[in-house]
């Protein structure tokens, strides 16, 4: 199909093809559809769609009905729209007790809530880790760029201090990588470490307030269960035993080599390279969980290729379909509706799965929507798939991910994460083109998004994958931080919001043409030569020579 009739088919079926053209018609039915998509799925009745809960259930029904008159047939378990997703839920039983001691025998405790956050774990009812503390600077072990941060450390039986975030100056998704706990946790463990220890920088905590934490630290952590029940958990022999404010961080530094501001401000310059020691302390830390087992579901649905050749392969197009159901009331309320967090991804996906079925044209490739549970708890459902694909693992080609995109502006740029690290790249460009759309560099590295949302878990099992979110240009800066600074996982995150419909529609538009590029490239997607996450990740047969 030629890039001409590409642009008609978007244009004919989702939006006009340029920010500054009138709507048409068309372009006008895709907003009220996704008008209508997110009024339901943000509406009360669902209570935050909390995965595991009723709410959450009556969205996944809604999905799969959506996909069932749009004639996609089903590709989930055993001939139905749904995977089921095996939960486990956890959280602190109560505010756990930290104490430091020092060499004399002295204790000093850590207060809840303005030192100290309680971990949460999915192990044993309690928990009691007694041990040395080692200060590991951010725990980064990266050995293609010869940094390691435990060189010359002994961690083995300690509990490791390490920072959040990453260095400065590593590239941007290189950087959200090495800032992701879990890989952290990793590190610590394949060192002997008995527990970690997240420590805010002041940055952090400007940007996200440590006593905000308490509104949210009884809520339910999740993880996927195993087919003989037991909880996935990457590193279950290293708990997060809790996270420390810039507070808190100054009595575990009492007596120590350098001052935490010392080292907070060299952790803090581009190199990110600040001095790595053992400190002065131990802590005896008691933590108290509790657990519950929970039954969720992703919704799949598939568009069946129309080439002999290359209907085999499979372009999964994936969306959350959770949100971080009721908390404690903000003004009045406790329900998170989650209106642009993520029901505008989801109702932007189901715009392009209609625009594929109403294109006259089947795509080359396969297409499979996915609606996926658990993303507000650790991108469980997207996980749970990649590693329990209803489809073969080695026919999915590709990923594109739709998640937050702020619609609250007419946006006239996008920025397509990952997109430049395989021949995805290519044909996003092309696609943004078409729709005269401009294509941005990352402009929040400090949130590490690249890793934050549902396509990194096919990054992790080799599947090239791009992750599209609306850009900063046309006031797109102030709307993105106005929303995380004052709306992200809270309960004005609803309909109250200046939701512009018409900008849903040119999202569906532009991930309709990406979508259309990587369904009938003729060569599959590939991860470039040398990439970073196609060598760490990547198969042979997914990799340029």
């Known amino acids: 199909m030629s890039s001409k009739i590409l642009a008609a088919v978007a244009a004919a079926f989702l939006c006009a093809p340029a920010a500054s053209a009138q709507p048409t018609q068309e372009m006008q039915r895709s907003a009220e559809n996704v008008r209508a998509h997110v009024t339901f799925l943000a509406s009360d009745l669902l209570q935050g769609r909390e995965a595991g809960t009723p709410g959450y259930d009556i969205a996944a029904n809604y999905v799969a009905s959506e996909f069932r008159q749009l004639g996609l047939k089903p590709a989930g378990d055993k001939g139905s729209y749904f995977q089921s997703v095996p939960l486990l839920a956890f959280r602190a039983a109560d505010e756990g007790v930290y104490v430091l001691r020092g060499k004399g025998g ?32 951010f725990g980064v072990v990266a050995p293609e760029r010869k940094r390691d941060d435990y060189k010359g450390l002994d961690v083995k039986g300690k509990i ?11 590239q941007t998704e290189e950087r959200a990588f090495y800032a992701s706990g879990r890989n952290k946790r990793l590190a610590a463990a394949a060192r002997g470490a008995i527990g970690f220890i997240g420590l805010d920088t002041p940055s952090e905590e400007k940007r996200r307030p440590f006593v905000q934490g308490k509104r949210t630290w009884q809520s339910w952590s999740m993880t996927w269960r195993r087919p003989d029940g037991s909880p996935f958990d990457v590193a279950p022999n290293v708990p997060s035993l809790g996270a ?67 209907k085999g392969e499979v372009v999964v197009l994936s969306a959350h379909l959770d949100h971080i159901g009721v908390t404690p009331p903000l003004n009045g309320d406790g329900i998170n509706n989650g209106a642009l967090d993520n029901a505008g991804g989801i109702a932007t996906t189901l715009e392009v799965a209609r625009a594929f079925r109403e294109a006259g044209k089947a795509p080359a490739r396969s297409l499979l929507f996915l609606a996926v549970t658990g993303e507000e708890k650790g991108l469980l459902g997207s996980e749970y798939f990649a590693r329990n694909p209803t489809v073969p693992l080695a026919a999915i080609a590709a990923d594109v991910n739709l998640d937050m995109p702020i619609l609250t502006y007419d946006f006239t740029d996008v920025v397509a994460f990952g997109a430049d690290r395989s021949s995805i790249g290519p044909a996003v460009r092309r696609a943004s083109e078409r729709m005269g759309i401009a294509l941005s560099p990352d402009p929040l590295p400090e949130e590490g998004l690249f890793t934050r949302s549902d396509h990194f878990r096919f990054v992790e099992v080799g599947v090239p994958a791009v992750f599209l979110i609306t850009g900063f240009q046309n006031g797109g800066e102030k709307q993105f931080r106005s929303f995380l600074a004052n709306c992200y996982h809270k309960p004005c995150d609803d309909l109250s919001q200046p939701i512009d419909y018409a900008a849903g529609a040119k999202f569906a538009a532009i991930n309709y043409q990406i979508a259309r590029e990587l369904a009938d490239m003729p060569q599959r997607p590939t991860w470039n030569a040398g990439d970073f996450f196609g060598t760490k990740f990547g198969r042979p047969a997914q990799r340029q020579p």
């Open 106 to 137: 002295s204790a000093t405790p850590l207060v809840f809530g303005d030192e100290v956050m309680v971990g949460r774990n999915a192990g044993p009812a309690e928990r009691r880790v007694s041990a040395p503390l080692v200060f590991v600077g």
């Open 160 to 170: 490791v201090v390490a920072l959040t975030g990453a260095p400065a100056g590593f």
């Open 244 to 310: 420390i404010s810039v507070k808190g961080a100054e009595k575990l530094f009492a007596g120590a080599p350098r001052t935490f501001a010392e080292v907070a401000a060299i952790a803090e310059a581009p190199a990110g390279d600040p001095p790595r020691f053992a400190l002065p302390l131990s802590m005896e830390a008691t933590l108290r969980s509790e657990t519950k087992t929970l039954e969720s579901a992703n919704v799949a649905a598939i568009i069946e290729g129309s080439d002999p050749r290359l």
